[in-house]
């Protein structure tokens, strides 16, 4: 059974950083897509980043400030947050599926597996 469990969660500065872990377990990791998501009280999840074989994507609002990456040996996604900002305030989710379209990078349905969340908060 897939697992996804979410770490490194919050309060931060604006403008200060954080990096958060996605350990996954029951799939092949480097075999499976990957994204990251976030969501705020009442607005809908958005994406932040995803990364595939060698790949990596991020919405234009993303671009800059937030990097994905994935450490095979040790089963783990990363996203390094760097110049938070308040509005950066929500739920982190890491999600997972065997295979993404890559036009549905940033689609949340087209990923199967969801971590818990870790939430992060940035003060101003």
């Known amino acids: 059974q897939v697992q996804l469990v979410e770490s490194g969660g919050g309060s931060v500065q604006a403008g200060g950083s954080l990096i958060l872990s996605c350990t996954y377990s029951?799939?092949?990791?480097?075999?499976?897509?990957m994204g990251w998501f976030r969501q705020a009280p009442g607005k809908e999840r958005e994406a932040v980043a995803s990364?595939?074989?060698?790949?990596?994507w991020y919405p234009n609002s993303m671009k800059g400030r937030f990097t994905i990456s994935r450490n095979n040996a040790k089963n783990t996604l990363y996203l390094q947050m760097n110049s938070l900002k308040p509005e950066d305030t929500a739920m982190y989710y890491c999600?997972?599926?065997?295979?993404?379209?890559?036009?549905?990078?940033?689609?949340?349905?087209?990923?199967?597996?969801w971590g818990q969340g870790t939430q992060v908060t940035v003060t101003s």
């Open positions: 990364i595939g074989t060698g790949k990596t």
């Open positions: 029951g799939y092949t990791y480097s075999s499976y897509d």
């Open positions: 999600a997972a599926d065997p295979l993404v379209p890559t036009p549905r990078r940033f689609d949340p349905p087209a990923y199967q597996y």
